[in-house]
C-alpha cells in the first residue's frame, strides 16, 4: 500500500482489492455504489485490454476503514493518448468520494503513472445536482436512461407504452417466445455472434469476445453478471447482458434476430429482466447510455418511462483541451462497415477497442 497526503481526514492510499477486502465492503454498503465501482469490473477492463488498474482509496482518520474510493484505468495509446480514466468502457462511475478530497485525488492518480496528459472522470447527473458545480464536469452529448421501479410489478407494466412495449410483450408470448437465464461458454458465443451482426448492421466495430467471457468469469461468482436470452423453438434470437448491482441493474449490450423482431422479442427480453431486478429488491434499472444523436434510441428507451440523466465529463487538469465528440452515424467509415463482413468488423474492434474508452 501507497500512501500520500496524509491530513485530518485520513490518507490517500493505493489499494489491492484481491488481498485487502475493504474497496469491495465499502462499495456494497454505500447507497451510490454500483458494479461499475466493484473491483471485479475494474480487473474485466485490465484483464480484457491490457491497462493497469489504480484502486484509489480514502482512509479514515484512523487508517483502518476507507472513507472514500475512486477507481482508474491507464491508457497508454500511441492514437489517444496517456490518460486515467474512472473509467473505459463504462456509462458513469461517480466517485464514492467527499468532494473536498476529490481534486487531491485526481493529483494523486495524475503522478501515479509517468506521461499521464490528463484524467477524466465520467459522471452520471442525479436530481438536485448544481450544474455550476465544478464536480459535475462539463456536459456531453450522453444520458443514461434510467426506470425507477417504484410500485408494484403490475403498476410498472401498466405505466409503459401500450402499443410499443406492453402489445409487442402480450404478442410474444401469444407467438411462444420465452425466457430464460443461460450459462456457459455456447449460449455466450451465440449472444456475440448476435450481437457482432447488430453491430455490423449499423456500421460499427464488435468490442472483443474477450471482454464478454472476461465478465462472465469475473463478475459471475460475486453474482453480478446475468446473461437473459429469448428463445424461439429451443433457438436463442435475442440475448442481453445484464449487470447487477445492489440498487441499480445495467442492461449494457443487447442483441437479437431481426426476423423476429416483430414478434417482439426485445420487448420481452427486457421486460423479464425487469420484472427480476424488481424481484431481487433493485430501485432502479439503467437502459445504458444513449448519445442524444441517436434519437430513434432514446424515443424507443422513453417508452418504457425511463428518465434521463446527462452524463457529465470531468478532466483534470481544468486546463487540458477536451476530446470532442461529433455524429458520425453517417461517416464514411460507417458507411464502409456496413458493406464489410462481419469478421473484419471484429478484427476492426480487436484493433481499434484498446484505444478507446
Known amino acids: 500500500m501507497n500512501e500520500s497526503g496524509v491530513s485530518d481526514h485520513g490518507a490517500l492510499a493505493e489499494l489491492h482489492p484481491n488481498s485487502d477486502p475493504r474497496w469491495d465492503q465499502f462499495v456494497c454498503g454505500h447507497p451510490a455504489g454500483t458494479v461499475y465501482h466493484q473491483s471485479a469490473w475494474t480487473q474485466v477492463l485490465s484483464e480484457t485490454y491490457g491497462h493497469p488498474p489504480l484502486y484509489l482509496g480514502l482512509l479514515s482518520s484512523d487508517g483502518r476503514h476507507l472513507a472514500g ?4 484505468v491507464f491508457i497508454d495509446s500511441l492514437l489517444t493518448g496517456r490518460r486515467l480514466v474512472s473509467l473505459p468502457f463504462t456509462s458513469y462511475c461517480n466517485p464514492l468520494m467527499p468532494d473536498t478530497r476529490l481534486e487531491e485525488a485526481m493529483r494523486y492518480a495524475l503522478g501515479r503513472f509517468r506521461g499521464v496528459e490528463y484524467v ?3 459522471l452520471l447527473s442525479t436530481p438536485g445536482d448544481d450544474g455550476d458545480n465544478a ?4 456536459e456531453r452529448p450522453f444520458v443514461s436512461q434510467i426506470l425507477p421501479l417504484s410500485g408494484s410489478i403490475h403498476e410498472l407494466f401498466r405505466s ?3 402499443t410499443s412495449i406492453r402489445q409487442r410483450v402480450r404478442r410474444a408470448e401469444r407467438d411462444g417466445l420465452t425466457f430464460r437465464l443461460a450459462g456457459g461458454e455456447l449460449e455466450l458465443r451465440r449472444f ?3 450481437l457482432v451482426e447488430v453491430r455490423r448492421g449499423e456500421g460499427l466495430p464488435s468490442p472483443p469476445y474477450a471482454f464478454f467471457a472476461n465478465m462472465q468469469r469475473l463478475l459471475s461468482p460475486g453474482n453480478l453478471f446475468e446473461l437473459a436470452v429469448v428463445e424461439s423453438n429451443g433457438r436463442i434470437i435475442a440475448a442481453a447482458v445484464v449487470l447487477k448491482g445492489r440498487s441499480t441493474w445495467h442492461l449494457e449490450y443487447s442483441a437479437s434476430d431481426a426476423r423476429f423482431l416483430k414478434h417482439g422479442a426485445n420487448q420481452l427480453l ?4 425487469i420484472k427480476r431486478a424488481h ?7 439503467d437502459f445504458g447510455r444513449t448519445s442524444l444523436w441517436h434519437r430513434s434510441l432514446l424515443e ?5 418511462h425511463a428518465e434521463r440523466h446527462p452524463i457529465r465529463y470531468r478532466y483534470f487538469p481544468d486546463t487540458i483541451k477536451p476530446p470532442q465528440w461529433h455524429d458520425i452515424s453517417n461517416s464514411f467509415l460507417i458507411r464502409l462497415n456496413k458493406k464489410l463482413p462481419a469478421a473484419f468488423l471484429q478484427l476492426e474492434g480487436r484493433i481499434i477497442y484498446p484505444h478507446r474508452g
Do not use: M, N, S
Request: aromatic fraction near 18%; charged fraction near 35%; proline fraction near 3%.
Open 69 to 72: 474510493v475512486l477507481p482508474f
Open 120 to 122: 477524466e472522470l465520467k
Open 135 to 138: 464536480r459535475c464536469g462539463e
Open 160 to 162: 409503459l407504452h401500450d
Open 192 to 194: 456475440y455472434q448476435l
Open 270 to 273: 427486457i421486460w423479464e429482466c
Open 279 to 285: 424481484q431481487e429488491k433493485a430501485t432502479h434499472f
Open 300 to 304: 424507443f428507451k422513453e417508452r418504457w
